[in-house]
Every structure is written in C-alpha cells, then in structure tokens.
C-alpha cells in the first residue's frame, strides 16, 4: 500500500473514533498552499484541528513525537487560513490536537500543542 493510501485508512480510523466520542467531522484534507490540516472536526462547540499520525512500532520514536515545531506552526497557520475562510467567529473556542496510531493502538491527545509562532 503506498503512503497517501495508508494515511488515507489511518485518517479514516481516526475520523471514526471522533465520531464515537461524540464529534463531528467539518473537513478532511482541509490544503491551501501553507499546507494541509487533516482532519478539523467540532468536539463539544470546540473546533478541532487534527493532526493524524502513524506507526507501525514505536522504534523510532512515537506517532505523536512525529509532529514537531515546524509541523505545528503549519498547522497553526493553515487553521488561521481555515478559520477566515468559513468565517469562524474570533470567540469561537479552537485547539490542536494528534491522533496518534501505533500498531493497533489509537490515542487522542486533545489539546497536544498551542498555537505556534516562529
């Protein structure tokens, strides 16, 4: 399986499990060209930006460790992006999180990093 069809099934199963807790999915492989947000879903009135990780094993470190600065500040601001575009309210509650996938392990960290300026 190549990687964009492996994200693709792991993004899938991390969809599912926001659903299960009671979120609800608002966008998927949200691009513009700063780069991309895999998941943005409502949790609660909270909207969420998700980064979704994967590993077979942690060898080499964790899904979550994966998502380092650079990663963040991008996702920081691809959410600003995001949040213009669908004219989100400034008072509307946001935060970042990581579902990360080791084997057949699946974490959802809530919250995993403030917004990021370089």
């Not at 609800?24 to 998941?39: C, P, S």
């Not at 579902?99 to 990021?116: C, L, M, R």
Request: net charge positive; aromatic share 10%; charged share 35%.
């Amino acid at each position: 399986m190549n990687r964009r069809k492996t994200g693709s099934v792991y993004e899938d199963k991390a969809a599912d499990l926001i659903v299960r807790e009671g979120g609800r999915i608002l966008d998927r492989n949200y691009r513009n060209r700063m780069g991309e947000i895999d998941i943005v879903a409502d949790d609660a009135g909270t909207i969420c930006f998700v980064e979704v990780k994967y590993r077979k094993n942690d060898s080499r470190g964790t899904p979550a460790e994966a998502v380092g600065i650079r990663k963040q500040f991008t996702i920081c601001r691809v959410a600003d992006h995001y949040r213009m575009a669908k004219r989100l309210s400034e008072d509307r509650p946001y935060r970042f999180d990581v579902i990360a996938i080791t084997g057949d392990e699946i974490h959802w960290y809530k919250n995993a990093f403030s917004y990021v300026i370089l």
